[in-house]
């Protein structure tokens, strides 16, 4: 039989959500909603963009699976890119990270798959987040030296 806390002042059962004090109740509504349903939106529009590759670039069992490679390796750049533009350069929304980073990004590359589908091209996806920051880095420095120079 499950051990179901009791109210002490009834001694009926006690649900553990509704019957939270008031305090702990108000810290539930404060969730942060504006950043899961950003999360939840952009992991569906990465998603859809994964399962599209996927369907167009299918490939035979046993044989390279080059969509997978492709959507892990340009989101891992995607990533790196991003990371630099919004801590390095730009002074970005609060849920623009969240929703390009974790959810269209985080949605449109999948390590589970690629891990499954691809073990040993891990390195490329890191090499390309790399290859990402670093690009992104010295575009943007030249950026700003052009720009001083006016």
Same mark, same amino acid.
Request: proline share 5%.
């Given at each position: ?6 109210? *002490? ?13 008031? *305090? ?6 404060? *969730?942060?909603?504006?950043? @899961? ?7 569906? @529009? ?6 599209? @590759?996927? $369907? ?28 630099? @533009? ?9 849920? !623009? ?7 269209? !990004? ?9 891990? $499954?589908?691809? /073990? /040993?091209?891990?390195?490329?996806? !890191?090499?390309? $987040?790399?290859?990402?920051?670093? !690009? ?9 030296r052009h720009r001083g120079k006016r």
């Amino acid at each position: 039989m499950p051990n179901i806390p009791a109210s *002490a002042t009834t001694g009926e059962p006690v649900d553990s959500v509704v019957d939270l004090p008031a *305090a702990r109740r108000s810290q539930i509504r404060r *969730a942060p909603w504006a950043v @899961l349903s950003v999360v939840s939106v952009g992991g569906a @529009l990465g998603a859809l963009a994964r399962y599209g @590759l996927a $369907v167009a670039w299918q490939h035979r069992p046993g044989a390279f699976p080059w969509a997978t490679f492709l959507v892990n390796v340009s989101g891992c750049l995607l990533i790196g890119v991003l990371m630099v @533009l919004i801590t390095e350069v730009w002074a970005a929304h609060r849920l !623009l990270r969240p929703f390009l980073g974790t959810g269209v !990004l985080g949605g449109y590359t999948t390590f589970s798959t690629y891990t $499954v589908d691809v /073990q /040993q091209l891990v390195a490329a996806a !890191l090499a390309a $987040v790399y290859v990402g920051i670093a !690009l992104t880095r010295l575009a943007t420095r030249t950026h700003a030296r052009h720009r001083g120079k006016r």
